[in-house]
């Protein structure tokens, strides 16, 4: 049976060795392997590992995201951006994508997912810098500090300091400082609900909230983050702890739900996954705070989709959901 076990693990290391990167350490392959299967389909791979990576260990994604890096330079130039320092740390970056028109545009601002843990600026843009420049809009797509290196605080003051940054570069980059839309997906919906609603975040790095004209949240669950950590299964809960403590007061202090009161920003556009409870259950609540507080708000729940094609198809010419952002954008500006 062992000797079974081991011929079946070669068989799988081998059957991955042609199709993925030779520098991924032997059991990450076999990680990837019983996560998707044993194929010599690329694009299969890809496939299941942008649905599935938060399945993988966490060396494994740090790996997957190391052969991004070294890739990212080049990718970021070739599509038109350029890769900016907003901090010392090395996560303190964005990446800035001009408007091909000129002149001082709106800006559009993606904050990327990952459980606040992992991810990466360039894996977040996909087709959205591409889509918006051709709208006319300017776009950044924004890194911060991961946990354990800071807590979700730490990456919403980031977040500030980034657009802070962007601001102070304006007149250089070419667009309006005081029009930007703040998006975000997954963990990154949570980090632009918490920038948006706390105004510490802004105040601390001199960014007025009325620069911000509106806030898109893609499939975020942790805007009221007790009430998830109540009732997240052991691997959703272990990243939950990992970000915010076992303690109910950092919790809530990190929570938008608790700052839905006015000052915060004006519109807002929530989209969910129509399949998944807790992100529908959460957006509705936070959508229900702000209405209640004044503000222009829609949570709409998308069909068809998963959390992370949701995200993917953003951008995409056609997709249902790109075309709810794209006319919320025109009405908050």
């Known amino acids: 049976m062992k000797k079974l ?11 991955l060795s042609a199709r993925l990167p030779a520098q991924l350490e032997p059991g990450c392959r076999m990680e990837i392997a019983k996560l998707c299967g044993m194929t010599r389909d690329r694009g299969a791979i890809r496939s299941c590992l942008r649905e599935k990576y938060q399945s993988l260990s966490k060396p494994c994604l740090q790996s997957l995201m190391e052969l ?12 038109g951006g350029t890769s900016y320092s907003y901090g010392s740390a090395e996560k303190q970056a964005f990446d800035f994508y001009p408007a091909p028109s000129g002149g001082r545009p709106a800006l559009i601002v993606f904050i990327h997912g990952g459980g606040w843990s992992i991810g990466d600026k360039a894996t977040g843009t996909q087709n959205k810098a591409s889509h918006y420049n051709v709208l006319g809009y300017a776009f950044a797509s924004i890194n911060y500090r991961l946990v354990p290196e800071t807590d979700p605080a730490g990456q919403a003051a980031d977040i500030a300091a980034a657009l802070a940054a962007l601001r102070a570069k304006s007149d250089t980059l070419g667009f309006d400082p005081d ?31 009325r620069a911000i004209r509106g806030t898109v949240l893609l499939d975020g669950a942790g805007y009221d983050v007790p009430r ?10 272990k990243m939950y702890r990992d970000a915010f403590t076992t303690d109910r007061a950092t919790q809530l202090r990190l929570s938008p739900l608790a700052y839905a009161a006015k000052p915060n920003v004006e519109n807002w556009l929530i989209l969910f996954d129509s399949n998944r409870a807790d992100s529908g259950s959460q957006s509705e609540a936070l959508a229900a705070a702000l209405k209640g507080a004044g503000n222009i708000v ?5 069909n068809d989709t998963s959390h992370m094609k949701l995200n993917r198809d953003m951008g995409v010419e ?3 959901a790109t075309g709810l952002v794209d006319d919320f954008i025109k009405s908050a500006l």
Do not use: K
């Open 298 to 302: 829609r949570a709409v729940p998308v």
């Open 318 to 320: 056609g997709d249902p």
């Open 5 to 15: 076990l081991i011929a079946s693990l070669a068989i799988i290391s081998i059957g």
């Open 228 to 237: 998830q950590m109540a009732s997240a299964g052991p691997m959703l809960g």
């Open 68 to 79: 991004r890096r070294d890739r990212e330079p080049q990718a970021i130039t070739a599509s």
């Open 179 to 209: 029009r930007i839309i703040l998006s975000g997906h997954s963990a990154g919906a949570h980090l632009a609900a918490l920038v948006s609603t706390d105004p510490r975040y802004l105040e601390a790095a001199g960014v007025p909230m």
